[in-house]
Nanobody, 117 residues
Framework: QVLLVESGGGQVQPGESLRLSCAAS???????????MGWYRQAPGKERELVAA??????TNYGDSVKGRFTISRDNIRTTYLQMNSLIPEDTAAYYC?????????WGQGTQVTVSS
């Protein structure tokens, strides 16, 4: 079993930046089963949407609304980061870390990002 823990959320003004982190914990065999990792977000009254994802091979994928502003990175099999620049109020949402574990989905508990002047 794998547990994902996010950190780095908060409240910022438009144009500012935030960096989210996600660390996976669990047994060695479970951690080695992680392939892709990514970030999703969900705003009140809206469906959860893909923000960014990175495969085990390093291939990245971004949602259209964040391309050019957000960058996902992964420094090892268990940790991923989301650098968010030029934040806008529409980025306000709960951000969830995701991992693919042997074909199953694992989710973190979420971290709130609020962009407001």
């Amino acid at each position: 079993q794998v547990l994902l823990v996010e950190s780095g959320g908060g409240q910022v003004q438009p144009g500012e930046s935030l960096r989210l982190s996600c660390a996976a914990s669990g047994t060695r065999s479970a951690i080695n089963g992680i392939s892709g990792m990514g970030w999703y977000r969900q705003a009140p009254g809206k469906e959860r949407e893909l923000v960014a994802a990175v495969s085990s091979g390093g291939t990245t994928n971004y949602g259209d609304s964040v391309k050019g502003r957000f960058t996902i990175s992964r420094d090892n099999i268990r940790t991923t980061y989301l650098q968010m620049n030029s934040l806008i109020p529409e980025d306000t949402a709960a951000y969830y870390c995701h991992a693919s574990l042997w074909g199953s989905n694992v989710w973190g508990q979420g971290t709130q990002v609020t962009v407001s002047s």
